[in-house]
DNA sequence: TTGCTTACTTACTAATAAGTAAGTAATATT
DNA sequence: AATATTACTTACTTATTAGTAAGTAAGCAA
């Protein structure tokens, strides 16, 4: 049997991938689970509440899967790192920073923060992948690594949206196209 | 003396690209304007109608935008085509693909499909001012000019998306790393 | 001058939203 | 055994939403 409060956590968080923060509401998480309204509200007293810590679980994530590929190669950690996306791919979802940005100014002030939180974690943990596997010979390009991350990451995020318009192959073309301005074969 | 139609679209327009469809109400708009939530409801009876009466109305203005460059160089169309992100920058809003595409799915049937016409629309016409401008030799890239459409178009959306959130230069080194990879100097 | 259209306002409805207060049954603590 | 805590439900409030029906004042058309 499973946690209540988990599963209000990853129904929220699919939720707000699928629909966005503002489309969905405690009674959309409350009939998936079949419960009522205000248990929701027990356990999260009120929306920015559940919002923020859904932010902050994915943070966690992201710093556990760093963690994990401390000694991998700077390959296998970019490699690692477009999985995210891969997943969000296959599950037909964008990710959470595609989903909140537009909006931004409409969330909350802690979901705001949360939200610059992750796109800082994320660009900084590229860019300290596409250093080391500079200086290790591994990747070759010649900008400097804080653009190519800016520009991995933005392509990344818009060919999962654009992926949700169109369903074409854009996602497996940018992928493509990463690995190549790298200048890694797989 | 403004018509209160064109008011209400270009409001509603704003909204949406700096709120989101499902974050403003005609409440909002009627405020703006001084005038009555049922003024809106006058001139489009349902909040779907002037969602994608919108939508048509920006499909114009670029079919327009490609009518005024038919004449221009490679470089100029291209120059042309980034202007509509350098605009959407100025005024600190995404582009209408960035605010409405995490959502698509909750999108009005009509609104879904004008938003899909519109992502056609620009990747075929960046797709074409590709292809002249490599023939020409005003552009020289490898990739074959889908892919690079799909990578441009992407980073521009995207780009805007992370400004908004992390207010650094991103858009800026998006623009520079585009201008390169086509190697032309501007 | 009578009637019709345009562009609204007034006043409303029904649905849904987030949120809360009070009660309850089961479990854990002392 | 008595008390407190956890995890809810029941029943509700208040606000906001899209939407509508009926009325009106101004302008034009026959």
């Given amino acids: 049997m499973r946690d209540t409060r988990t ?3 990853e129904i929220g968080e699919m939720l707000i ?5 503002h489309s969905f509401s405690y009674a959309d998480i409350a009939k998936t689970l079949s419960i009522k309204n205000a248990a929701i509200h027990y ?3 009120g929306k920015s509440d559940l919002g923020t810590t859904i932010l902050q679980s994915l943070i966690n994530n992201v710093e556990l899967l760093k963690e994990t590929c401390k000694e991998y190669s700077a390959t296998d950690k970019l490699l690692r790192f477009i999985e995210i996306y891969d997943n969000s791919k296959m599950l037909d979802r964008v990710c959470i920073m595609g989903a909140l940005s537009p909006c931004i100014d409409t969330l909350p002030e802690q979901m705001q923060l949360k939200l ?3 796109a800082e974690l994320l660009l900084k943990w590229l860019n300290d992948i596409l250093q080391e596997g500079k200086k290790n010979q591994e990747f070759h390009f010649n900008e400097n690594s804080i653009d190519k991350a800016n520009l991995i990451v933005s392509s990344l995020l818009a060919s999962l949206l654009l992926n949700k318009v169109l ?3 854009v996602f497996e073309s ?8 790298v200048q890694i074969s797989k």
Same sequence: chains 1, 2.
């Fill in 7 to 9: 599963e209000i956590l």
């Fill in 17 to 21: 991938r699928t629909k966005g923060y």
């Fill in 43 to 45: 356990h999260f007293p």
């Fill in 116 to 118: 610059k939180e992750i």
């Fill in 167 to 169: 369903n074409n192959g």
């Fill in 174 to 181: 940018i992928k493509q196209s990463i690995f190549e301005s």
